[in-house]
């Protein structure tokens, strides 16, 4: 491997080193210089450049937690109206919505192998699945 490739790989893993210990509040990220974080917050901020509105109900306003499939082909999302929302990813359409919270919910998981399974938990303490 040459000297730069072997440079290049060390700086990727120093960067996300140091994201993942500012995210996790270590102190070891406090040590990187001025620059280095410069750097590595342009780096995150420049990951993700493909941004895509997904179809919600017009009454929605407020979007407090969202959650990936699984299978990455939909995102469920938490809103203000007590209401959750299955979108599909690829097709940017609604799925479906689901009702029944007495307040916000603003927890929201899929089950780990299953994309038919969606966990979500308001704040009066209740658990709906579906």
């Known amino acids: 491997m040459s000297s730069d490739a072997q440079l290049a790989r060390e700086r990727s893993s120093s960067i ?3 994201l993942r210990n500012r995210a ?3 102190k070891k990220f406090q040590n990187f210089p001025d ?3 410069l750097y590595a917050e342009k780096c995150a901020a420049m990951m993700c450049t ?3 509105k997904v179809e919600l109900p017009s009454r929605t306003r407020t979007t407090f937690m969202t959650a990936f499939s699984p299978d990455h082909s939909l995102i469920a999302s ?5 209401n959750v929302h299955v979108t599909n990813i690829h097709t940017e359409k ?3 919505s689901l009702e029944g919270h007495e307040r916000s919910p603003w927890c929201i998981s899929f089950h780990p192998s299953s994309s038919d399974i969606l966990a979500t ?3 009066n ?3 709906c699945f579906c």
């Open 16 to 18: 996300v080193t140091a």
């Open 24 to 26: 996790n509040g270590s």
């Open 35 to 37: 620059p280095f974080l």
């Open 50 to 52: 493909d941004n895509r």
């Open 78 to 82: 938490c809103h203000g109206d007590h």
């Open 94 to 96: 609604l799925v479906k």
């Open 121 to 123: 938990g308001c704040l």
């Open 125 to 127: 303490g209740e658990v």
